[in-house]
């Protein structure tokens, strides 16, 4: 079945329309040619004209194995659908007066959910007359950003629908670089004894000799 949705993607030899191609492949000169002779070129190789660039003037044609361009689209399909990444949205759910343990259980679950490259959907839900506390709500959601900022990036404020404040946060892609160089301190002066004066100096005095009687 996903060989035939790529044939409809794709037409080949005689069911190209164009008047006039341009040719490409191994071995083959990039040129402009009429589609009869470009079928006769394939056809004397033992290939096929696929028309690969429909909307272009005029259409490109790739003299190949028909066979083995498909395997090549489908191979490339399936590379290029493995490197996408899924991302889930994962709901963390907030009362207006949530308590600190179960917030630091939540904004544990949360790092793990940032962690796994999933995005974060917070919430405060305000039950009945709890609405009152509408900005209590949206200063729980801030500090939850702000406590996973090292990881997670805002992508929607904290924005209030009805009985819910939702804010998304989704994860911060790793620069990978470095970390920086911790800057050289500056020389420090003398440091101070435990009485707070600076420590005498203790280097030796120059010797001027005995002093003589008589002498000033």
């Known amino acids: 079945m996903k060989n035939d ?11 190209i329309t164009a008047r006039e191609v341009r040719i490409v492949g191994d071995d083959i000169e990039s040129k402009v040619v009429p589609l009869a002779k470009a079928i006769s070129i394939a056809e004397n190789k033992g290939l096929d004209l696929v028309e690969i660039t429909a909307n272009a003037n ?5 003299i190949i194995d028909y066979s083995k361009f498909l395997y090549q ?8 659908k493995a490197k996408q990444v899924k991302i889930s949205v994962k709901e963390i759910r907030f ?6 343990h179960d917030y630091d259980f939540k904004l544990k679950h949360a790092r793990g959910f940032l962690e796994e ?13 709890s609405i009152v506390f509408k900005e209590q ?5 801030l500090r939850f950003a702000n406590d996973l900022e090292d990881i997670g990036k805002v992508e929607q404020m904290p924005e209030l629908m009805g009985k819910r404040m939702t804010m998304f946060i989704g994860p911060k892609k790793s620069s990978g670089g470095k970390k920086p160089s911790k800057e050289a301190t500056p020389a ?7 009485s707070g004066n600076a420590p ?11 002093k003589v009687e008589g002498e000033d």
């Open 137 to 141: 709500g949206e200063v729980l959601l």
């Open 117 to 129: 490259g999933n995005k974060v959907k917070a919430y405060v839900f305000f039950r009945g007359r």
């Open 200 to 210: 005498k100096n203790n280097a030796p005095k120059e010797y001027v000799g005995p």
């Open 58 to 62: 005029p259409p490109v044609c790739k």
């Open 188 to 194: 420090e002066g003398p440091k101070k004894n435990q």
């Open 95 to 100: 009362g207006p007066q949530t308590d600190d």
């Open 5 to 15: 949705s790529l044939k409809q993607d794709y037409r080949i030899n005689h069911q």
């Open 73 to 80: 689209q489908k191979k490339r399909q399936k590379e290029m």
